[in-house]
C-alpha cells in the first residue's frame, strides 16, 4: 500500500474490519490499520486491538510450514500485521544474527514430549522473539504513518518483558522507553539484567506493589493520553502483550514447532498436535490460539498456572474473579491475577460483541469480578484446558524431569512440565504434546538448586556457577556477563506515584 492509500484510508469512515484497517477495539466499533495499532498499543477506549476476521481462512498453512524458520515469521506476520511494506527486511533485521541459531527455538524431546525453547535471544527470555521484532514494526509504522512525535514506550514487567524490551529499544531513533518492575517481586537475575540497562533513551524504576498495580497504573496512563500528548512531541506506547505487535510474531513459533515435528516424521500435515503454556498475562497461549484460527492443526491449549490459578478456575467455571490473595511464586513472571490478554479470547467468544466485553472489564475494574454466558465458556473449553501448580509441585517437577530425563527446566517451564504429566493422565487423545519453555534455568538459579536438593551460596552469579557445576550446563552468556557492571538505576516509588514519575521522565528520554 502506498502511503497516498494509506493517509486515505485513515480518512475513511470508521467501518469495523475493512481491509484498509483490519483492527477494531475489543470494547467498541473504533478500528485502526495494523500501523496504528502497533503505534497506539491499547485502543483509545481501553481496548485491545483484535482482527474479528482471523479466522475467516485463506491462509496457505501447509505452504508456509515448509519455509525456514524466517520465511515462515514473514508469511505469517504478513497476514497478521497487513499494511506493512516490507516484512521480508522487517524479519531479517530482528531476528538474523541475534538467536542462538536460525532455528530461533529449537524443539527438544524430553521423556516422551517436546519441550520448545524459547529462550536463546538476547537477554535469555521467551519475550525476546516478540521483543525483537517490535521495535522494527514500530520503526515502519512510525515511517508509514509519517509520525513526527517520539513514541516513548511505557512497560509494566513482571520481570522478563522490560529487559527485553530495554534491548529492544534502547537508542532506537525517535523511540524511548521507561520500564516499572515490582520491587523484590523480580528474580535477582532479572533485577540486574533491567537495573544494568544502559541507553541514553531509558528509564528503569521499581515500584512497591505488585505486577498488576504495575500494569493496572501504566494502563491508566495510557488512557489518559489516549487522545493528546502527555507532554508536547511525545506519543505513547506499549511493548506488552497487549499490544498486537507484540502478540503477532508469538503465533510464528507454534508453526515452528509443529514444521519440526513433520520433519522428523513424527507427524504428518493435518495431525492435531498439544500445546502446554505457562501462562501470566494470556499472551503466549493466545497466539496458540491465534495459529490455530489461522488453520495450524492445533490440539489443545493447555494453560498452565502456578498457585495464583486465577485462569484455571476461570477457564473451568466461566467466572472469573480477582478477589483472591495474592501468591509471590517462584515463578514470577507468572504472578498475575489480571490477565489483559484474556478480554481478546472474550471477544471472540462473545461473537465479537464488544458492549459484552466491555461490561465484564469494567466489573473486573470495580467490583473484582465477572462471569461470561454458558455459550462463551463452551466456545472457550472447545480449545482451552487448565491446570495448576503449587510451589512444592513446581520445585518436585524439577526434580523429577532432571532426575528421569536428564533435562533441566526453569521454574515457569516446571509449572507446564507438571501441567503437561496430568493433563496426560486426564484427557489426552495421545496426540504429541509440546511444552513451551519460557526461560533459562539460569535465570532462576537460587530456586532450581533448591529443587535440587542443593543450598544456594552466595549472590546470583555464584548460584549460577553453582548450578552450572550440578547440571553440567552453560550459563547463558547474556546472563552471566551482568556479573561486575555498573548498576545504573536506583528509582524505587510508590504505586500511586507512576503517573508522575512518567510526566518527569518523559522530557529527558
Ligand atoms: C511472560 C512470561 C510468562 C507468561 O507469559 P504470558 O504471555 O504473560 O502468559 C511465562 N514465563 C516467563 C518466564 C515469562 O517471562
Given at each position: 500500500m502506498s502511503l497516498f492509500d494509506f493517509v486515505n484510508a485513515r480518512k475513511?469512515?470508521?467501518?469495523?474490519?475493512?481491509?484498509?484497517?483490519p483492527f477494531r477495539s475489543t470494547r467498541s466499533n473504533a478500528s485502526a490499520t495494523a500501523p496504528e495499532a502497533v503505534l497506539r498499543g491499547l485502543a483509545p477506549d481501553g481496548g485491545l486491538y483484535v482482527d474479528p476476521e482471523i479466522g475467516k481462512g485463506g491462509f496457505d498453512v501447509q505452504g508456509c510450514l515448509t519455509l525456514d524458520p524466517f520465511g515462515q515469521a514473514e508469511r505469517i506476520l504478513t497476514r497478521l500485521l497487513p499494511g506493512f511494506d516490507d516484512m521480508h527486511a522487517l524479519v531479517q533485521r530482528a531476528y538474523a544474527g541475534r538467536f542462538a541459531s536460525d532455528a530461533l527455538t529449537p524443539l527438544v524431546p524430553v521423556g516422551d514430549d517436546y519441550v520448545l525453547e524459547l529462550f536463546h535471544g538476547p537477554t535469555a527470555a521467551f519475550k525476546d522473539v516478540a521483543l525483537c521484532m517490535l521495535p522494527q514494526l514500530m520503526t515502519a509504522a512510525r515511517s508509514l504513518t509519517g509520525m513526527k512525535e517520539k513514541t516513548v514506550i511505557l512497560t509494566a514487567t513482571s520481570g522478563d518483558t522490560g529487559k527485553a524490551a530495554l534491548e529492544g529499544f534502547h537508542d532506537v531513533p525517535g523511540t524511548g522507553i521507561v520500564v516499572f518492575f515490582p520491587h523484590q517481586g523480580v528474580s535477582a537475575v532479572q533485577e540486574a539484567q533491567m537495573l544494568t540497562q544502559e541507553g541514553a533513551n531509558v528509564a528503569v524504576c521499581a515500584v512497591r506493589g505488585n505486577f498488576d498495580d504495575c500494569q493496572s497504573a501504566v494502563k491508566q496512563v495510557f488512557?489518559?493520553?489516549?487522545?493528546?500528548?502527555?507532554?508536547?512531541?511525545?506519543?505513547?506506547?506499549?511493548?506488552n502483550?497487549?499490544?498486537i505487535g507484540r502478540l503477532a510474531p508469538q503465533v510464528v513459533y507454534y508453526f515452528l514447532a509443529y514444521a519440526s515435528l513433520m520433519k522428523q516424521g513424527r507427524i504428518r500435515f493435518g495431525e492435531a498436535v498439544d500445546y502446554v503454556v505457562p501462562t501470566g498475562n494470556f499472551g503466549d497461549i493466545l497466539a496458540g490460539w491465534y495459529a490455530k484460527q489461522l488453520g495450524l492443526p492445533v490440539?489443545?491449549?493447555v494453560c498452565a498456572s502456578n498457585a495464583n490459578r486465577v485462569l484455571t478456575d476461570f477457564l473451568t467455571t466461566g467466572v472469573y474473579d480477582r478477589r483472591r490473595e495474592f501468591f509471590k511464586t517462584n515463578s514470577p513472571s507468572m504472578d498475575i491475577l489480571v490477565s489483559s490478554n484474556?478480554?481478546?479470547?472474550?471477544?471472540?467468544?462473545s461473537g465479537g460483541d464488544a458492549d459484552c466485553v466491555r461490561n465484564d472489564m469494567l466489573r473486573l475494574q470495580n467490583s473484582g469480578y465477572y462471569k461470561i454466558s454458558a455459550s462463551a465458556l463452551d466456545f472457550i473449553r472447545k480449545d482451552f484446558s487448565a491446570y495448576s501448580c503449587d510451589e512444592p509441585g513446581t520445585l518436585g517437577e524439577i526434580r523429577r524431569c532432571f532426575q528421569e530425563t536428564g533435562y533441566l527446566p526453569d521454574t515457569h517451564t516446571a509449572v507446564a512440565l507438571h501441567a503437561a504429566q496430568e493433563y496426560k493422565q486426564k484427557e489426552s487423545s495421545g496426540a504429541p504434546v509440546v511444552v513451551l519453555s519460557t526461560a533459562?534455568?539460569?535465570?532462576?538459579?537460587?530456586a532450581?538448586?533448591?529443587?535440587?536438593?542443593?543450598?544456594?551460596?552466595?549472590?546470583?552469579?555464584?548460584q549460577m556457577a553453582q548450578l552450572s557445576a550440578v547440571s553440567g550446563l552453560?550459563?547463558?552468556?547474556?546472563?552471566?556477563?551482568?556479573q561486575g557492571k555498573a548498576y545504573l538505576h536506583q528509582d524505587v516509588i510508590e504505586k500511586s506515584d507512576i503517573a508522575d514519575y512518567v510526566l518527569e521522565k518523559l522530557p529527558r528520554l
Open positions: 475513511a469512515p470508521k467501518a469495523p474490519s475493512s481491509p484498509a484497517a488512557s489518559r493520553y489516549a487522545n493528546r500528548a502527555p507532554v508536547p512531541g511525545v506519543r505513547l506506547s506499549s511493548a502483550s497487549i499490544n490440539g489443545r491449549l484474556l478480554e481478546r479470547l472474550l471477544f471472540y467468544a533459562s534455568p539460569f535465570k532462576f538459579p537460587a532450581v538448586l533448591q529443587a535440587l536438593g542443593e543450598e544456594p551460596e552466595g549472590d546470583a552469579f555464584r552453560e550459563a547463558p552468556a547474556s546472563l552471566a556477563g551482568l
